[in-house]
């Protein structure tokens, strides 16, 4: 296992002020409960759940579907309220941060995956990495260079120029973890990445994932149903129904091949409406 404390990003210097009792955290959260109301009844998503990442780690989510791993993430990265407890990301707690300051840290310090690309059809894939840069006010031309960098740094420099429709899904999952990295950002947060992904491609983003990890001490949360995912991270954090129920660190031995455990689908090119609409949840694009 790496020594996950002295991983220094890249360069990268000056995080927010961390809290002095806890500066090698990227995420801590204690006691968080998730409510959501419907109607007259309500639901609880999460029930108390404490989780921590540490700087340079890369940890998977796992549990049955509906246990509350999304939510788990929604609320880790601020994209939703919780109902109690307390989530720091690197030692700032959420509470203290007004939604537009929250909104910024995202465009700022994190980066997403989804399991559904969420490119924008009608843009080629350097426009679609430059998105997250466009709208927290880069200049357009140092957008466009850091976005080739992000792309060769993925393996795709030569297809920048074409649209998502020209790319293979294992192509179009890599343009979507370029525009995660091209902010440079100290943890991407993964939502089932290889879940659209056949056995072969989903080992190869994996393996990038991995790479970005060792090689640029990336951290990286990474919700997934897929054995193999986990088994290539860190460490396995397990849910059921709302809780942590476990964990563990697997050997670091890891592939999919031969699993059979990926979903096979590989249209993924969402419609622009839904994907602007991430865009500015995500990032607040106005
Ligand atoms: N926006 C929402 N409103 C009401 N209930 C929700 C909402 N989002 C998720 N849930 C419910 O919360 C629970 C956890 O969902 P989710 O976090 O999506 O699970 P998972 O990602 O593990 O499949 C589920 O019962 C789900 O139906
Ligand atoms: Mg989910």
Redo the contacts with the bound molecule.
């Keep these: 296992m790496q020594n996950h404390l002295t991983i220094d990003r890249n360069g990268q210097t000056g995080s927010p002020a961390a809290a002095p009792d806890q500066p090698e955290y990227m995420v801590r959260a204690t006691g968080v409960v998730k409510e959501?109301r419907?109607g007259t009844s309500t639901?609880q998503?999460l029930k108390g759940v404490d989780f921590s990442v540490a700087r340079g780690e890369m940890v998977a989510v796992m549990?049955?579907?509906?246990?509350?791993?999304?939510?788990?993430l929604?609320c880790l990265s601020g994209l939703d309220d919780i109902t109690e407890g307390q989530v720091w990301l690197e030692g700032v707690d959420l509470a203290t941060l007004s939604d537009k300051q929250r909104t910024e840290s995202r465009a700022r310090r994190m980066g997403f995956i989804f399991q559904v690309y969420n490119l924008l059809p009608v843009l080629s894939a350097v426009e679609n990495v430059e998105l997250p840069l466009l709208v927290s006010g880069v200049k357009s031309r140092e957008a466009r260079d850091r976005s080739r960098e992000a792309l060769k740094t993925v393996g795709l420099e030569r297809w920048a120029g074409h649209r998502p429709a020209e790319l293979s899904g294992g192509q179009r999952q890599r343009v979507t973890i370029a525009r995660a990295l091209v902010n440079n950002p100290a943890i991407v947060w993964g939502?089932e990445p290889t879940g659209a992904l056949d056995s072969t491609n989903a080992t190869d983003i994996l393996n990038l994932m991995r790479d970005l990890n060792r090689d640029h001490g990336l951290t990286l949360v990474i919700?997934t149903h897929d054995p193999g995912v986990g088994a290539g991270c860190d460490r396995i954090v397990r849910?059921r129904d709302?809780e942590v129920v476990g964990e563990e660190r697997p050997s670091g031995e890891f592939g999919l091949d031969g699993l059979g455990l990926t979903h096979g689908t590989e249209d993924g090119v969402q419609m622009p409406s839904r994907t602007a609409q991430l865009t500015r949840e995500l990032y607040g694009q106005s």
């Design positions: 959501y419907t639901l998503a549990g049955p579907s509906g246990c509350g791993k999304t939510t788990l929604n939502d919700v849910m709302g």
